[in-house]
């Protein structure tokens, strides 16, 4: 099964520019890597989806490797707001068509005044 | 467009109840997948329904089990409650068997007293 594996915490100034890197050795050919952001006591939120090389919407920009084992979420000029836990989300098969959609622990981004 | 619906927001159970979730889908979304996501911890996929039919299943026991209608609305049924079922419980409605971008819910908050 694919597993994730991301930094537990990060912290940031307003601002600045965050990189949050995610690991994904095992995702398989056809997979999109997915990021996404929590809020307390809220559902996660959808932030941005890529497959290979650079995606960039309103709000972040996504980088992926050739290998595509890892995948780099950018979040520019961070501000307070941002302060949430970020997850990636790629499917683990585990043979026969079936999968899981299990989000790791996630990375909890404090952004300092 | 109401987005992703929950109900009921908070729930109250003792040990060995039976309970219902339910969720309503976003406009034009076919998929439904259930997540239970424990304090501190990272959303964990229960199951997912697709033309009213259970597709993909996480590691969780019998005793959960659910429903898609033909309306696409779903229903999350958890027997036997442990403590441990103590969780916010998430809905997430897709196209694509959850591939593609996640819509989640607000979440209903379950206590197992």
């Known amino acids: 099964l694919a597993k994730t594996t991301q930094p537990i915490s990060m912290d940031s100034y307003e601002g600045q520019e965050v990189n949050i890197t995610c690991s994904h050795n095992?995702?398989?050919?056809?997979?999109?890597i997915t990021w996404y952001q929590q809020f307390p006591s809220q559902g996660p939120r959808f932030i941005i989806q890529g497959y290979k090389t650079k995606v960039t919407n309103e709000v972040a920009s996504l980088f992926i490797p050739a290998d595509r084992k890892s995948s780099t979420l950018s979040l520019p000029r961070v501000s307070l707001s941002d302060t949430a836990v970020y997850y990636c989300l790629v499917p683990s098969y585990s043979g026969a068509g079936s999968y899981q959609l299990t989000f790791g622990k996630g990375t909890k981004l404090s952004v300092i005044p | 467009d109401a987005g992703v619906t929950q109900s009921p927001t908070h729930l109250i159970k003792t040990r060995g109840q039976q309970v219902t979730l339910r969720c309503s889908p976003k406009s034009g979304h076919d998929t439904v997948s259930w997540y239970q996501q424990a304090l501190g911890q990272g959303p964990q996929f229960i199951f997912q329904?697709?033309?009213?039919?259970?597709?993909q299943r996480g590691n969780f026991p019998d005793r959960f089990s659910g429903h898609q209608f033909p309306n696409y609305s779903s229903e999350l049924n958890v027997n036997a409650l442990w403590l441990g079922d103590s969780a916010l419980y998430l809905c997430a409605s897709s196209h694509r068997r959850g591939l593609d971008e996640q819509y989640f819910g607000p979440g209903t908050r379950l206590t197992v007293t």
């Open positions: 095992n995702i398989a050919t056809n997979d999109y």
């Open positions: 329904y697709y033309e009213e039919e259970e597709r």
